[in-house]
């Protein structure tokens, strides 16, 4: 049993990383928990390994009695006093129990139970290292799926990158390196502490940036929000308190290096860099640039705010399927509305009804009718006096009598109005 414990020792030292004194502690108590029934004596029972010779021994500690009446905790005073002379009557003396094949029993009971502690061992080491890393990003290599999960080795470790975590548009094979980004070091599972991993959450862009942009590793520049959607597009808000300090181009770097580093890492996710600004309705022109606004509410009791874009800028502010849109209402904060601007449209509206109302008020016919001569084209009495009466007739579907009556108004009138629409 000797050799084969100190192996064993030697073993799990080099190769597991574990310091000798802990296995020998650990492989104590499994032995102890493995083997009480094999001691016949065997109160407050403890064992003793020799780390360097590898020996076992077993001590109790039983009760000095005149007669013996619970053999496993109790010995008689005359074989205590073989022990040691000086013992009395209701002492506690340690003695050793060691049987003489305690060895091959220790081996054969004792090997599952030390494994288990081993592995006990194992797990709280992860944590111990693990647990203030949570918010870093790590390298480490796929090693395999289990279902949708991928299981990454971290060398002495692995963590877990679970589907929820992974990039939607990002496809792994065993053996590629990626780097990642430790969401949380769970020590609640069953199996053990867990590390957590993610791609996709916004935090990682974060912890890219603050690799790749020496500004905000030294507070230059301040990363004041992000908005993600994993492996379509990111908006970062970014600002300096110093003047001096442009914090766009500083992000960007010397002919885009900086920003280039990062989106490479993101498998050519599109990173949009922007100015932050306190006020809600200047950083949200930022955001939906370059489409250009045209004119913003905001209502602070809903935290909304209304935009309007021309009708060429719309599908630009909105983004494909709405994700500029989305982006920007979670890089603010706000609701974000975005709507067409119809101002031109309305006045435009608002004159030909201007139109129809001079037309029937000079040429002394309805609302109506004023409204077909001007949708015609016939929009102003100069242009009604070079129509003839049939024409006249056909927009309004009137007689011929009625035709001519409306056009000898219209020439009585001529030269007095001009074409308004």
Sequence with gaps: MNAEMLTMLDYLERERGISREILV?????????????????????????????????????????????????????????????????????EIEVTPKDFGRIAAQTARQAIMQRIRQIEKDMIYEEFKDRAGEIVSGTVRRFERSDVIVDLGRFEAT?????????????????????????????????EIILSRSHPNFVRRLFEVEVSEIGDRTVELKAIAREAGARTKVAVHSSDDKVDPVGACVGMRGARVKNI????????????????DPQELVKEALKPAKIHSIILDAAAKKISVTVSKDELSQAIGRRGQNARLTAKLTGWDIDIN??????????????????????????????????????????????????????????????????????????????????
């Design 25 to 93: 502690e650990a492989i104590s108590g499994a032995l102890l928990t493995a083997s009480k029934k094999t001691f016949a004596t065997a109160r407050e029972l403890r064992i003793e390994i020799n780390a360097k010779t590898g020996d076992i021994r077993a001590f109790a500690k039983p009760i000095v009695v005149e007669k013996i009446a619970n053999l496993h905790d109790e010995i008689t005073l005359a074989k205590a006093r073989q022990i040691n002379p000086a013992v009395q009557l209701g002492d506690e003396i």
């Design 263 to 278: 989106v490479r890492e993101l498998n050519n996710e599109k990173v949009d860099i922007i100015r932050w600004h306190s």
């Design 340 to 421: 067409e601007d119809k101002s031109k449209e309305e006045a435009f509206e608002s004159q030909k009804t201007q139109a129809a109302h001079s037309l029937a008020d000079l040429l002394g016919i309805t609302q109506e009718q004023g409204d077909k001569l001007t949708k015609s084209g016939m929009n102003a009495i100069d242009v009604i006096v070079l129509c003839g009466p049939e024409d006249i007739a056909g927009v309004l579907e009137c007689d011929q009598e009625t035709a001519e009556r409306i056009l000898e108004a219209a020439k009585a009138h001529a030269g007095g109005s001009t074409a308004v629409a």
């Design 161 to 193: 990158m679970p589907s929820r975590e992974r990039v939607p548009t990002e496809e792994y094979s065993v053996g590629d390196r990626i780097r990642a980004y430790v969401v949380e070091v769970n020590n609640n599972s069953a199996r053990g502490p």
